[in-house]
């Protein structure tokens, strides 16, 4: 299936539904799992992975965008999607036809939710987003009493939620997290018998590892669907088995001799004569460039470090007196044999975080499916 591919993804979909139902037996009784898979599914594949997602148990999923809504909808799959962040004004009449539902934090977009919702006898469910110290987006917590006499004057909206979002829960050691619980658990008492019946959500992926008593109704984990831990200090927290890797083929193998640089801006040079192979991965497939001479790749079992410039759709790695034969495999995030190269590591290297890195595989890598049946 991936002989003719030069480079793919593999998505492991069993190993996503396994972290579900880790993630999901961690849960207060009662509160329901939502799985984020906005952002191509970080990088995996939106539709199979929230095919997976449901399979492993999801009670929602979250998408960033209507786009990503309205393509889960295509795809058939009728589970309730929350939209994370309020749509531009054009894109409000599509998210009320597939059914989406928002997150609402400005008068304007509760407007002309209400209008398009009238226009289309409908009811939209809404949840309501505070904004309890990330500042992103949000209600100030003063105002939310206010906004939701609002939202109970029109008669296109219902109030279905009310949530906020974390600026550090990876930092196990950092009090935000509290004084944004606090916050939270402040704004819910205030509204005294109207926050009854609604489904309360606060926790992201290091939330629902640490913090127990903030799952309230509902969980919003991400990262850890795709089994990466938010911050490696969680690592101890729950198991989790990642779902994507990076394979790749060699390309070419060439004798260089000593003193002889290689690829752009000859930033190589062989401190020996030795075999040299080029392999079809470069930074427009998600590569970052800034592993020139210091990441490393997987080969017959055994790490090797990226030699030279990596080109937009190659790199080159000096395997000494190794001779790699055209067609091997070559893993450039993921595990061979006993060895792993994991998306954190990948992230240290380049001084970034495991989200970025296989949120940042490129479209152009064909994503293959597989199932494996877990260990
Ligand atoms: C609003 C919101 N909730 C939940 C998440 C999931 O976060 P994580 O991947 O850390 O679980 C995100 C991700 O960015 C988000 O923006």
């Given at each position: 299936m991936t002989d003719e591919l030069a480079l793919w993804a593999e998505i492991d979909l069993g190993a996503i539904k396994r972290n579900v139902q880790r993630v999901k037996a961690m849960l207060q009784p009662g509160t329901a799992l939502l799985n984020v898979v906005k952002a191509n599914a970080y990088g995996h594949g939106e539709v199979e992975t929230a095919r997976a997602v449901i399979e492993g148990g999801a009670d929602w999923l979250g998408v960033a965008r209507v786009e990503e809504g309205a393509a889960l909808r295509n795809a058939g799959i009728d589970k309730p999607i929350l939209l994370l962040a309020e749509p531009p004004a054009g894109a409000v009449e599509a998210a009320v036809a597939h059914g989406l539902t928002p997150s609402i934090y400005t008068e304007a977009t509760l407007h002309a939710f209400d209008s398009a919702s009238r226009a289309a006898e409908k009811t939209t469910n809404v949840h309501l987003k505070v904004d309890t110290g990330m500042h992103r987006y949000g209600v100030p917590a003063r105002s939310v009493n206010a906004f939701i006499d609002l939202i109970d004057s029109l008669e296109g909206l219902n109030l279905k939620g009310l949530w906020t979002h974390f600026a550090v829960a990876e930092e196990v050691a950092n009090s935000f997290t509290q004084q944004q619980h606090k916050l939270f658990a402040e704004v819910v008492d205030s509204l005294g018998e109207r926050a009854n019946g609604l489904i309360r959500h606060i926790c992201n992926s290091a939330g629902t590892l640490t913090l127990p008593?903030?799952?309230?109704?509902m969980v919003r984990a991400g990262i850890v669907t795709y089994g990466i831990h938010p911050s490696p200090a969680l690592a101890p927290l729950v198991k989790l088995e990642p779902a994507m890797s990076l394979r790749s083929r060699v390309g070419l193998t060439k004798w260089l001799e000593a003193g002889e640089a290689i690829s752009y801006g000859q930033r190589y040079t062989m401190e020996q004569d030795g075999f040299v192979s080029t392999v079809p991965c470069g930074y427009a497939d998600?590569?970052?460039?800034?592993?020139?001479?210091?990441g490393e790749v997987l080969i017959r079992g055994k790490r090797y470090r990226i030699s030279g410039t990596i080109t937009m759709d190659h790199f080159l790695v000096d395997t000494g007196q190794e001779e790699l034969e055209v067609g091997e495999e070559v893993v450039i995030l993921g595990c061979q044999g006993d060895e792993c190269i994991s998306a954190q590591e990948m992230a240290d290297r380049i001084g970034t975080i495991p989200y970025e890195v296989v949120c940042g595989i490129s479209s152009r890598v064909t994503r293959v499916y597989v199932d494996s049946p877990g260990y």
């Amino acid at each position: 299936m991936t002989d003719e591919l030069a480079l793919w993804a593999e998505i492991d979909l069993g190993a996503i539904k396994r972290n579900v139902q880790r993630v999901k037996a961690m849960l207060q009784p009662g509160t329901a799992l939502l799985n984020v898979v906005k952002a191509n599914a970080y990088g995996h594949g939106e539709v199979e992975t929230a095919r997976a997602v449901i399979e492993g148990g999801a009670d929602w999923l979250g998408v960033a965008r209507v786009e990503e809504g309205a393509a889960l909808r295509n795809a058939g799959i009728d589970k309730p999607i929350l939209l994370l962040a309020e749509p531009p004004a054009g894109a409000v009449e599509a998210a009320v036809a597939h059914g989406l539902t928002p997150s609402i934090y400005t008068e304007a977009t509760l407007h002309a939710f209400d209008s398009a919702s009238r226009a289309a006898e409908k009811t939209t469910n809404v949840h309501l987003k505070v904004d309890t110290g990330m500042h992103r987006y949000g209600v100030p917590a003063r105002s939310v009493n206010a906004f939701i006499d609002l939202i109970d004057s029109l008669e296109g909206l219902n109030l279905k939620g009310l949530w906020t979002h974390f600026a550090v829960a990876e930092e196990v050691a950092n009090s935000f997290t509290q004084q944004q619980h606090k916050l939270f658990a402040e704004v819910v008492d205030s509204l005294g018998e109207r926050a009854n019946g609604l489904i309360r959500h606060i926790c992201n992926s290091a939330g629902t590892l640490t913090l127990p008593e903030g799952h309230y109704d509902m969980v919003r984990a991400g990262i850890v669907t795709y089994g990466i831990h938010p911050s490696p200090a969680l690592a101890p927290l729950v198991k989790l088995e990642p779902a994507m890797s990076l394979r790749s083929r060699v390309g070419l193998t060439k004798w260089l001799e000593a003193g002889e640089a290689i690829s752009y801006g000859q930033r190589y040079t062989m401190e020996q004569d030795g075999f040299v192979s080029t392999v079809p991965c470069g930074y427009a497939d998600g590569l970052r460039r800034s592993l020139t001479n210091s990441g490393e790749v997987l080969i017959r079992g055994k790490r090797y470090r990226i030699s030279g410039t990596i080109t937009m759709d190659h790199f080159l790695v000096d395997t000494g007196q190794e001779e790699l034969e055209v067609g091997e495999e070559v893993v450039i995030l993921g595990c061979q044999g006993d060895e792993c190269i994991s998306a954190q590591e990948m992230a240290d290297r380049i001084g970034t975080i495991p989200y970025e890195v296989v949120c940042g595989i490129s479209s152009r890598v064909t994503r293959v499916y597989v199932d494996s049946p877990g260990y």
